[in-house]
């Protein structure tokens, strides 16, 4: 795969300068590019708070274990880039083997083109006539350009067709027909209905048949409970149902069947693994779109995980958010100075992973039992013990649950060498693109 634009990419994103317009940067004596933190390095608690941290030893383990547990199952793997929307993580995921970046909406498949991305799966419709014809002409500029959305009705198909009609020159674009779930989210219903969106691409010179595709995490019934796992094998037996029924459609040289968010990918490895085997026929690519591996969670994430049912690589939490007390306005309740614009709170509230307080040396604080109960826009509460140490002042390390929605919130996060370490050091700083 060619890597060099987007290598470039991020090497030119070195002359940003990160100064009060960031997050935290404010503090800093003089501003930095990100070249010269990459060069010098600064310490953590050289930055204000609250400050979001990418622990990159973290991040480091996440990437091989997810390449080496794909590779011993036959599995391609394309993470899905909305959980980040971090060009320097992108690149690590493809230098560590992934074969592509999977985006959600039409917006993000122009940030993976400008920023150099080579092959992008859109796990979406693409709907917008501007955005069709501007992908067939980015296929034809780019003969290299590897691309990939899904459809999941006819009308998307003539859509399709329509926009591109007044382009006699476009080049077709590949779909996948998304196997959906009753009551779930998109996708087609039925095999019957199936086989009528194939036979509306096939019927299209301005449309490819590539392959079956679905999501397993938007099936109702889907959780880790034994019922609710009968739930995502049921579904992904669907898809492997479909591909069948399409075997003799399909009109690109390699076949697509692509599933995997973060939760349920050793369900997808054990269902449709076996189609990469397969000697007879065009040969398959099973392709997993796990996105939040990278960074892993502290809460979410990690109670769901495969491992935790023996069937997926150990990722670790990578990302956490630090910050300072206010306030201690009673004996069981401090205040910190994260807030909703700050923390991921739509799945789970952070957990308190511990405290430190300036000094020379810096120290560690003895929190005791200590749990955050409630957020405003700028301001977390945390329940503490009365004999706890924490006082105005100390920094506050907190653990997150659903990175997809805590990257969101910031635009310049620092890469530290361990989040585990007193005094973090900063080494690389991830900019976001949201």
């Given amino acids: 795969m060619q890597l060099a634009a987007l290598e470039a990419f991020v090497e030119a994103l070195g002359e940003t300068v990160l100064d009060w317009r960031y997050k935290g940067f404010g503090t800093l004596t003089s501003p930095l590019t990100v070249t010269e933190v990459r060069r010098r390095g600064i310490d953590l608690h050289a930055l204000g ?11 480091a383990d996440n990437l091989m274990s997810m390449a080496t547990w794909c590779t011993a199952r036959g599995l391609l793997l394309e993470p899905h880039g ?39 799966q859109l796990a979406n419709e693409l709907v917008n006539a501007d955005d069709i014809a ?61 086989q009528a969106v194939a036979r509306a691409a096939v019927s299209s010179n301005r449309v490819v048949l590539a392959g079956i595709c679905a999501y397993e995490g938007a099936v109702p019934d889907a959780s880790t409970d034994p019922a609710g796992l009968a739930a995502v094998d049921a579904f992904l037996g669907s898809a492997v149902a479909a591909h069948e029924a399409l075997v003799d459609w399909y009109e690109t040289p390699r076949v697509t069947v692509t599933a995997g968010g973060s939760a349920f990918f050793d369900r997808v490895a054990s269902v449709l693994g076996p189609l990469a085997q397969q000697a007879s026929g065009r040969p398959v690519d099973v392709v997993l779109r796990s996105g939040a591996y990278v960074v892993h969670d502290d809460i979410h ?84 013990e009365p004999g706890s140490e924490l006082a105005m002042g100390d920094v506050v390390q ?34 976001t693109f949201f």
């Fill in 134 to 194: 501007w992908v067939s002409t980015e296929q034809t500029r780019d003969p290299t350009f590897e691309f990939r959305c899904w459809v999941d009705s006819v009308d998307a198909v003539r859509r399709i067709d329509t926009a591109l009609s007044n382009h006699p020159q476009a080049a077709p674009i590949p779909v996948l027909v998304e196997v959906g779930a009753v009551d779930g989210r998109t996708g087609v219903r039925g095999l019957t209905e199936v």
């Fill in 301 to 384: 994430y990690r109670h769901i995980t495969p491992s935790t049912r023996g069937g997926g690589p150990d990722l670790r939490a990578a990302i956490h958010v630090w910050a300072q007390v206010l306030s201690r306005p009673q004996p069981d309740l401090i205040i910190l100075d994260a807030g909703r614009r700050d923390l991921p709170f739509d799945l789970d509230l952070p957990v308190v992973l511990g405290a430190s307080r300036a000094g020379s040396p810096r120290t560690r604080v003895r929190v005791g039992t200590a749990q955050l109960v409630r957020l405003n826009d700028q301001h977390a509460f945390v329940r503490v």
């Fill in 398 to 431: 907190l653990g997150l649950s659903h990175p997809c929605t805590a990257f969101d919130k910031w635009r310049a996060i620092p890469m530290i060498d361990s989040a585990a370490a007193l005094e973090p050091r900063v080494s690389d700083v991830a900019l």
């Fill in 82 to 120: 909305k959980t980040t929307m971090a060009p320097v993580l992108w690149l690590g995921q493809l230098l560590s083997g992934s074969v592509g970046i999977t985006v959600a909406t039409a917006s993000q498949l122009r940030a993976a083109r400008a920023f150099g991305v080579p092959r992008v």
């Fill in 49 to 59: 708070t609250p400050m979001m941290t990418i622990d990159q030893s973290a991040v």
